[in-house]
T-cell receptor, first 111, second 113 residues
């Protein structure tokens, strides 16, 4: 069964610290993997998109990695800020049009 | 660029009533998606249009749900009759191509009492 599992479910860290969010998937075949940030009460906003052949992609303080062999992706946030408090959602696409969402990781940044 | 525009932002309705949610995608985007988000199930894709044509509606829960895209700049999601279990945030998203990132609207929070 095609699934996307994210961990942890929630995470609390102090402002300025780094953190890493995990996404494991069993999807096959695989088109691309995306990470989204969703602020409370808002729609998700795309952070990164990676295809099968890409290992890493950065967007400012956000760096996503992908290991297609182990079917794992991570999102690393460097020098966290209060505005990073949000839900982070991993989304995997299968050809031609199937999309599978993870349940998300809720990140809380404390001052 | 005003982004993806959804209306209304909030909707409270009684069980059994018809509900219509509206979406205006970003101009030039060929793909439009309707999603539902709940605490229990997370984000779920309901239906996807490409060039105004429904491509995949396998996520539509049941016959009470219907979606239309009469032209490239407007889409509706209708629930008739509504039930309390339909309470959720409904998002519309558009994309220049299904293989690119989606731009989401701010969502419609639907409460069916």
């Amino acid at each position: 069964k095609n699934q996307v599992e994210q961990s942890p479910q929630s995470l609390i860290i102090l402002e300025g610290k780094n953190c890493t969010l995990q996404c494991n998937y069993t999807v096959s075949p695989f088109s691309n993997l995306r990470w989204y940030k969703q602020d409370t009460g808002r729609g998700p906003v795309s952070l990164t998109i990676m295809t099968f052949s890409e290992n890493t992609k950065s967007n400012g303080r956000y760096t996503a990695t992908l290991d297609a062999d182990t079917k794992q992706s991570s999102l690393h946030i460097t020098a966290s800020q209060l505005s990073d408090s949000a839900s982070y959602i991993c989304v995997v696409s299968l050809p031609p049009d199937k999309i599978i969402f993870g349940k998300g990781t809720r990140l809380h940044i404390l001052p | 660029d005003a982004g993806v525009i959804q209306s209304p932002r909030h909707e409270v309705t009684e069980m059994g009533q018809e509900v219509t949610l509206r979406c205006k995608p970003i101009s030039g985007h060929n793909s439009l998606f309707w999603y539902r988000q709940t605490m229990m199930r997370g984000l779920e894709l309901l239906i996807y249009f490409n060039n105004n044509v429904p491509i995949d509606d396998s996520g539509m829960p049941e016959d009470r749900f219907s979606a239309k895209m009469p032209n490239a700049s407007f889409s509706t999601l209708k629930i008739q009759p509504s039930e309390p279990r339909d309470s959720a945030v409904y998002f519309c998203a558009s994309s220049p191509d299904r293989n690119y990132g989606y731009t989401f609207g701010s969502g419609t929070r639907l409460t069916v009492v």
